[in-house]
């Protein structure tokens, strides 16, 4: 269903009803999902996010742009962002330059007037460079670079983006 290639919430509702029903009961697939969602939004944070967030929030704009559809005012985190902007509702996903460029326009800046931080290699930091931002690396992992071209700065937590933004 390339047509909900950014839409992971109508993906998984299909899927339901598709894999699990077999199609036929569109009811009992919507309460499934509605379940889903619940327990999607029920997250923990990594270790150092809230904190991170909190002090990023108290010195920059802050923007949400997400391919996912957990929903941040569920999960606790809406106040920390002037604005949230998913796949889902743009109706294309990251790395299409239209949403880096739309969290550039409604903050009234040119796109390299703004950090685009992020976790995926590709969705993220190639995507963010490709519509003109600057990006750095969410790299929990400490992984290696993947593929070629210069490896972007890299943080391995949000607190710790905080201490090198505010150093």
């Known amino acids: 269903m390339p047509h909900l290639a950014h839409d992971l919430s109508a993906i998984r509702l299909r899927s339901i009803e598709l ?14 999902f509605e379940a889903f969602y ?7 944070l990594f270790p150092g996010a809230l904190l991170g967030l909190e002090r990023l929030a108290g010195h920059f704009r802050l923007f949400s742009l997400t391919n996912g559809n957990a929903d941040l005012k569920q999960v606790g985190l809406a106040q920390h962002f002037e604005l949230s902007f998913s796949a889902r509702s743009m109706g294309f996903a990251k790395p299409d330059p239209r949403g880096f ?9 040119k796109p390299e ?3 685009h ?14 519509a003109g931002m600057q990006a750095v690396w969410l790299n929990r992992e400490a992984s290696p670079w993947p593929g070629e071209g210069p490896e972007p700065v890299s ?13």
């Open 155 to 167: 943080v391995r937590c949000v607190a710790s983006l905080a201490a090198l933004l505010l150093a």
């Open 101 to 109: 460029r739309a969290v550039a326009e409604a903050a009234g800046l």
């Open 38 to 44: 619940a327990a999607r939004n029920r997250v923990e």
């Open 117 to 130: 931080v992020g976790d995926h290699p590709e969705q993220d930091v190639r995507g963010a460079l490709a």
């Open 19 to 32: 894999l699990v029903l077999g199609g036929s009961d569109s009811n009992m697939a919507s309460r499934g």
């Open 113 to 115: 007037q703004v950090l």
